[in-house]
């Protein structure tokens, strides 16, 4: 059996997917009730981090340390792969000491060369093209608030950025709608979005998107990266805030979710955090019991397959 690794949503089955969700919902519930589960004592998850992050680190360090097993934290600008050592090398090195990697970073391709290099399973903790681990804690999310996501539509209001690439491929792989609403010139790249267009509208206005959705999404307007973009995007997405005329559109039910960090007053407002039918908080917390489930899977995976 072939070494399997997650960098996109893709490279597991729909199959595999809901059985993550549903480990996921049970870690919870046993993390929750304080009960001691150490399956990966000795086992060495590394912690890749070329791009900066809180929930992510926290969600792996904590999620490994509560298995039993320890994750080391390495940036780029204290190992060589910030000194230009290339990726296939570092790969070959890291992966012989280690049981899993997640990487988080800005190439994709940067992931999928580790990937193909690695002597374990790899992780996509996100890059600038896919964050698979967030769409994880969004479905468990929706499962546990409101079931099966399937046949249930799904509004995408911002920028057509990695979080929207990967809910492009989740609305294909779990079986919903999506509607996908973005300033002209901020849509999603054509190649992320061709390939699911039997389940992906760009529809032209946010409130043409948040019309009977069942869950509305959105992200920073101005990605990590981007900061010297704000004040342009600003202008660009003036009519793309999430708030509570806009969810006033969508089934009375309707869920709202954010991956956060989020900017009061700007893709959403003041109050939307707090809003009724908003999971923001228990969407965060999701991202450790959901990346627990996958890395069990993984590393399960990886022993049948030695």
Same mark, same amino acid.
């Given at each position: 059996m072939a070494l399997r690794h997650f960098l996109t949503l893709g490279d597991l089955s729909t199959e595999e997917l809901n059985q993550i969700i549903q480990r996921a919902l049970q870690l919870k519930r046993m993390q929750h009730q304080n009960e001691v589960y150490q399956p990966f004592v000795g086992k060495v998850m590394g912690m890749i981090f070329e791009k900066s992050s809180t929930r992510t680190r926290v969600s792996f360090e904590a999620g490994m340390s509560q298995f039993g097993g320890s994750a080391i %934290?390495?940036?780029? $600008?204290?190992?060589?792969? *910030? $000194? *230009?050592? &290339?990726?296939?090398?570092?790969? $070959?090195?890291?992966?012989?000491?280690?049981?899993?990697?997640?990487?988080?970073? %800005? *190439?994709h391709d940067i992931v999928e060369r580790f990937a193909q290099h690695s002597t374990v399973p790899v992780i996509n903790a996100l890059t600038d093209d896919h964050h698979p681990c967030q769409l994880l804690a969004d479905v468990q999310t929706y499962v546990e608030h409101r079931g099966p996501i399937a046949g249930k539509t799904v509004a995408w209001i911002g920028d057509g950025n990695n979080m929207c690439n990967s809910y492009i491929e989740a609305a294909h792989m779990w079986g919903f709608k999506l509607k996908i609403a973005s &300033?002209? *010139?901020?849509? &999603?790249?054509a190649q992320f979005v061709t390939p699911f267009s039997h389940c992906v509208e760009l529809v032209d206005s946010a409130e043409a998107a948040a019309q009977d959705a069942d869950l509305i999404v959105t992200d920073v307007w101005a990605s990590m990266g981007q900061e010297q973009e704000q004040k342009i995007r600003e202008k660009a997405f003036a009519n793309y805030q999430v708030n509570e005329s806009l969810m006033a559109l969508a089934h009375p039910d309707c869920l709202f979710m954010h991956c956060l960090p989020a900017h009061r007053g700007e893709e959403i407002s003041e109050n939307m955090l707090d809003h009724k039918n908003a999971v923001v908080w228990d969407e965060a917390e999701n991202r450790l019991h959901a990346q627990k489930a996958l890395v069990e899977f993984l590393i399960n995976e990886n022993l049948k397959s030695a």
């Open positions: %934290f390495l940036s780029s $600008r204290d190992t060589q792969l *910030g $000194r *230009g050592e &290339p990726i296939e090398d570092s790969a $070959r090195v890291i992966s012989s000491m280690l049981d899993i990697v997640m990487i988080r970073t %800005f *190439g &300033p002209q *010139g901020y849509e &999603p790249q």
